[in-house]
C-alpha cells in the first residue's frame, strides 16, 4: 500500500512539473472598458490553467494601429467589430478565430448623487463639462455621439465636450470632478450588478447601436495553446457569469 501510495505521489508530481513546463506567458490587449472584468477574468483563467496573463489596455483604435505596426500581442479585445473584422480581412488574425465575447452598454454618470436620472440634465444644460471618449478611436465615444444625435442635442451640448482618448480617460474627466457629466461604459460604474457611487443613467439601447465587442486570435498565436485556452474560457459560462456582473449581456 505505502508502495502504492509513493507511486500515485510521483505520478502528481510529475503530471504537475508537466503542467508547469506547458504553462505560456499570454499578452493580450483589451478595449479600455473591458479593464475590471478582464482583470477578473484573467485572475480565475490562471487559476485553472497555470497560464501567465500580461494585459494592455487602451482604446481600441490606438490598439488596432500597434498591431498593424507589429506589436507583439497575440489576442485582441475590441470594444467593437469592426477592427477584428478589418484584421481578419487584412490576414493579420487567425480566420474563424473572432467572436462576440460581450454586448456593452452606455451610461450617463454624475459623481454627485441625484445630478443625474434621466436625459433632463442635458437637455436644460445646468453643467459645465460633458465628458465623452473620441469617437474617432473609441467606440463607445460613438455611441455617445449617436446617443446626443438621437436625443436632437449634438450641437447644443457640443460647446460643453471634453474628449478622452478613450473611455478610461473620460471616466476620470467625471470622477475627478473636472466635469460634471460623461458617457462612460456601464461597466465601469457598475460592481457586482450595484451602480458603485453618484448617479447615472443607463441609456436606452434604442437611442444607440448595439455595441458589440469581438475577440480574435492574431497571427502570432496560431500555434500557441495557451492564447487559444484563454480565448476558449472566454466563451465559457463561469467567464460569462463574471462579464454580467459588470452590465454586459453575453451572446
Known sequence: MRRF??????????????STAQAEEIHAAVAANFTAAMNDIVAQFKKSSGHKVTLSFGSSG?????IQYGAPFQVFLSADQAKPEAL??????????????????LALWSTRPGFTNDDARLKNGDFNKLALANPKLAPYGAAAVEVLESLKLKQATE??????????????????????????????????????????????????????????????????????????YLRSEEAHAIIRTYGYTTE
Open 5 to 18: 501510495n509513493r507511486l500515485i505521489s510521483i505520478s502528481l508530481g510529475y503530471l504537475l512539473l508537466l
Open 159 to 232: 460647446p460643453k465636450w471634453v474628449m478622452g482618448e478613450n473611455i478610461a480617460q473620460t471616466y476620470q474627466f467625471v470622477g475627478s470632478g473636472n466635469a460634471d457629466l460623461g458617457f462612460v461604459a456601464l461597466s465601469q460604474i457598475m460592481d457586482k450588478g450595484e451602480i458603485k457611487e453618484g448617479s447615472s443613467w443607463i441609456i436606452p439601447t434604442e437611442l444607440y447601436s448595439p455595441i458589440r465587442q469581438d475577440a480574435v486570435l492574431l497571427n502570432r498565436a496560431k500555434d500557441s495553446a495557451g492564447a487559444k485556452a484563454l480565448l476558449a
Open 62 to 66: 490606438k490598439i488596432f494601429a500597434q
Open 88 to 105: 481578419e480581412n487584412a490576414g493579420l488574425s487567425v480566420p474563424g478565430s473572432r467572436f462576440t465575447y460581450a454586448v456593452g452598454a
